[in-house]
């Protein structure tokens, strides 16, 4: 990804930027990565291919959700507790919970902190009643008077505990929360998704693809993880890129590339809210025929935890 651009006042409108974009993007393809990331004005970077979309959903969860939800459900026996930046024993098992979960960013044991602390967050263990460390969240305090806590990361041990740990942090925030859920879905988000005042779905950020045969199949993957596919089939050319047969059957998910005649053609730009949204291709797009099928598989859940942005 890139991180901070920034040409001095006294140099601007020169083709620095452009300069460094290029050489920024020349670098990544040649260290073989096969996705790209960056914050940022969406049309200032689309110049450099990257493009706003992916997904993200946020959900509002409040006090009085939990009165009605759970005004027969036994306590959840949770508790929060900050966590240092020296208790290594506690930040350890916080990697541990991290490195069990089917999707996730690899991240350093040795920054495992200075990773859930940043954009401003708060960092908190959840231990059950006997003690033992069932999960952990990043929260950022409200931005202003009034405003929601944001729960920009929660692991848990279960799926089965994810709602309980978000019932902890309403009450330990003593109000209401800003749930922010990272694809792909589990029935932990669903259960909350079901329960929250409202929620929202935004793109994830601006994402440039440098293979997207291996993107496409490994986030159709994940989609089918989500959800049973529909089977079908499409071929879809990404203009200048290459022409990509996808195939959901029996079998499972296969992508492979060929010169068969595309049902659907897209500049890489294009294509990126397409097929990875946030909303669904004939949002961005006329989808007929074929390449219909693609409504019923996108957007693929293109996302990236707000701790591990660039």
Known sequence: ??????????????????????????????????????????????????????????????????????????????????????DRATLDLIADLLERQPVRCVRDRATVYRRLVCWGAEAYAVRDGAGRIVGYCAVNPPARAGAAHVAAEIVCDTDERFVAVCRA??????????????????????????????WSIVPSGNWQVLDWKRTLEVFLRMRASESELAHGSVTVEIIGEGTYEIVVDTSGVRVSEGDRAADISLSPTDALPVLFGPARPSAYTRVSGVAAILEAWCPLPLALNRQDEV
């Open 1 to 86: 990804g890139v991180g901070g651009v920034s040409v001095d006042p006294d140099h601007r409108r020169s083709g620095l930027m452009r300069l460094l974009m290029n050489a920024a993007v020349d670098e990544i393809r040649s260290g073989g990565y096969e996705l790209s990331y960056l914050g940022g004005q969406r049309q200032r970077y689309r110049y450099f291919g990257w493009e706003r979309s992916g997904l993200r959903y946020t959900a509002r969860l409040d006090p009085v959700n939990l009165a009605h939800e759970f005004r027969d459900a036994a306590p959840h026996g949770l508790t929060l507790t900050r966590v240092d930046a020296d």
């Open 169 to 198: 942090i309403v009450e330990h925030a003593g109000g209401p929360i800003d749930i922010e859920l990272t694809p792909p879905v589990g029935d932990g988000d669903r259960r909350l998704l079901a329960i929250a005042e409202h």
